[in-house]
């Protein structure tokens, strides 16, 4: 059985990701990619904002795989390459598997390759040894004609061999010819001489008397056969004949390996699931009995592979390189666990994220994850694509307002151009038609519009969560205000945020209003004229990160100074 260790390494950005943070995504798995990493791909932990899905179409490029979590699972943690049997194999196929393969546990599945249960070695004896010794018990037995014709490699005549499992009781032919007939003519007084599997060598009159009984089926041992007269009899009678090479002491014990492996399977076996994550199922696994564990696909319902205690003391984890942000508040679900092999951002360190080994990390103070990324294809000396170049681009100029944002540096200024170039595009005209392309306030619910750009940080012992807006002029502010200050409200009262903040952004006049829910104290001290209505106006404010979190560390400091 061997261990899937095919595990990819995921790009990623931040949760509730922006055009930046895919984009950076996208472009540093393309970049790697080309330097021979075939196993990374780029990934999301947030739905497509509604601008972001127009680049990526008018890029042609595919979406990122979109990661809930990146949690240990089952799937990732099972061993798919094992010995496994359909529910219709026979004792003697699953034993010579078990041996030849050294296990001596197997899964059984279907014919849809649904799990049917374990097949443990010890298991299979109940097959062949019967659980009294008196002589009726021995001598009866359950088995597929059709199996048993298979098991010996006999030849067939007279009746068809049946493919379902009934009742066998064994006659061996061994003591004299009277002897068999009287017995055989005790099993058509009982009633059960259809049932009666004869076998025999070289003893025709034995052959006769089983076929005009009625008897299931004779079997001839040591590669005898019979007379044509017989065979039509027996196909008449509907007596099914077997010719077989054995001898009839080994045939006799071979019959009972023709049973089909399902009656013998375990009926409590403990499953899990292939999205159970490795923290709700190992201590169950380690405590269980139980040697192996089936893993079940929870869509499918089909076999995925098996687990072993072994499975669960060293699994592998996911691979994340982040893009876009540096610590775990903002990262996809389950990043702590997960092994983090390269950091590239522009944002302040947050200093959360530890890692076992040197990683390679870039922060640097640029307008966009989307410039260092462009740079790296300058660094290596390789060709941008157009469709990357266009990405590339789209996450500068939403990031930065094509280059009129506090935080534009002059990186940002030079590597804008070179891409424009690229891509063929004017980055003013561009950027014009990314933000008309769909207005979060016009298109969807207030919860949606806060989540499609929101970070949470924490500062000071406080914890903030800040959504921004951007919007092609403020006239769907007014009828938004109170359910997006309700919603803000219900994040304070469900999630425990000292502070819930929305910037919602004129970009052409690069003006912004703020809202705020949380404690009174922060938000009296946030740096901002205050209307009647409760709305804080921002006349130059366009930047989450260089201009309203500064302003909100501040607030927070002041604030808790002045209650101590």
């Known amino acids: 059985m061997n261990h899937s260790t095919d595990m990819p390494t995921y790009v990623i950005g931040h949760q509730n990701p922006d055009t930046d943070a895919i984009c950076a995504a996208i472009g540093y798995a393309d970049l790697l990619q080309k ?36 949690y240990t699972t089952a799937e990732m943690i099972c061993i798919k390459d094992v010995i ?91 003591s004299s010819n009277e002897s068999v007939k009287e017995r055989l003519e005790a099993a058509v007084s009982n009633g059960d001489i259809d049932s009666y ?70 009926p409590d076996v403990v499953q899990v699931k292939s999205n159970d994550t490795l923290v709700a199922i190992k201590s169950q696994i380690l405590q269980n009995e139980q040697s192996i564990f089936p893993v079940i696909d929870h869509d499918s319902n ?66 966009s994850s989307c410039t260092i990324i462009a740079r790296e294809y300058r660094y290596e000396g390789i060709a941008i694509p157009k469709d990357i170049a266009l990405c590339l681009i789209a996450g500068m100029v939403t990031d930065t307002l094509n280059l009129s944002s506090p935080t534009t540096a002059d990186l940002d200024r030079e590597i804008l151009p070179w891409l424009c170039e690229i891509a063929g595009v004017d980055a003013a005209d561009f950027t014009r038609q990314i933000f008309e392309s769909g207005s979060l306030l016009a298109n969807n619910t207030a919860s949606e519009a806060l989540d499609t750009d929101r970070k949470v940080f924490e500062e000071a012992g406080a914890s903030v969560t800040i959504s921004h807006i951007e919007e092609c002029g403020l006239d769907l502010f007014e009828s938004n205000r109170q359910s997006l200050t309700a919603e803000l409200d219900d994040l304070v009262a469900k999630q425990g945020f000292d502070l819930a903040l929305v910037i919602i952004t004129d970009i052409t006049s690069h003006y912004s209003v703020l809202l705020a829910s949380g404690d009174a104290g922060i938000i009296s001290e946030l740096p901002y004229e205050r209307d009647e209505e409760g709305v804080f106006q921002g006349p130059g404010v366009v930047s989450r990160k260089k201009q309203v979190f500064p302003a909100v560390c501040q607030a927070i400091r002041k604030a808790f100074t002045a209650s101590v």
Do not use: W
């Open 84 to 174: 496994k049997v359909r529910d219709d194999a026979t004792f003697l196929t699953a034993y010579h598997l078990m041996l030849d393969n050294n296990v001596r546990s197997i899964p059984v599945l279907d014919e849809n390759d649904e799990f049917c249960g374990l097949l443990n070695y010890l298991d299979l004896l109940q097959l062949i040894m019967p659980l009294n010794t008196d002589e009726d018990t021995v001598r009866r037995m359950i088995a597929c004609p059709h199996n048993v014709a298979k098991t010996l490699s006999a030849e067939v005549i007279g009746a068809v061999a049946s493919s379902g499992e009934r009742e066998l009781v064994q006659l061996v032919g061994a």
């Open 302 to 367: 089909t076999f995925s592979g098996l687990i072993t205690k072994t499975c669960v003391i060293d699994p592998p984890h996911s691979r994340l390189i982040l893009v876009d942000h540096n610590e775990f508040s903002q990262a996809v679900s389950g990043a702590e666990e997960a092994e983090i092999v390269e950091v590239i951002d522009h944002h302040r360190l947050a200093g959360d994220i530890v890692t076992s080994q040197p990683i390679r990390y870039i922060n640097e103070p640029v307008g």
């Open 35 to 70: 330097k021979g990493a075939s196993e990374v791909l780029p990934a999301r932990c947030g739905e497509l904002p509604t601008r972001t899905a127009y680049v990526l179409e008018r890029a042609g490029v595919a979406s990122p795989t979109l990661l809930n979590h990146v």
């Open 197 to 266: 599997a004869v076998i025999c060598g070289d003893r025709p009159q034995v052959h006769r008397d089983a076929i005009e009984s009625g008897v299931c089926m004779l079997v001839v041992t040591g590669g005898y056969g019979i007379s044509d007269e017989l065979a039509a009899e027996a196909d008449s009678k509907g007596v099914m004949v077997l010719l077989c090479k054995q001898d009839t002491g080994t045939v006799s014990k071979l019959i009972r390996c023709a049973r089909k492996v399902k009656d013998a399977l375990d």
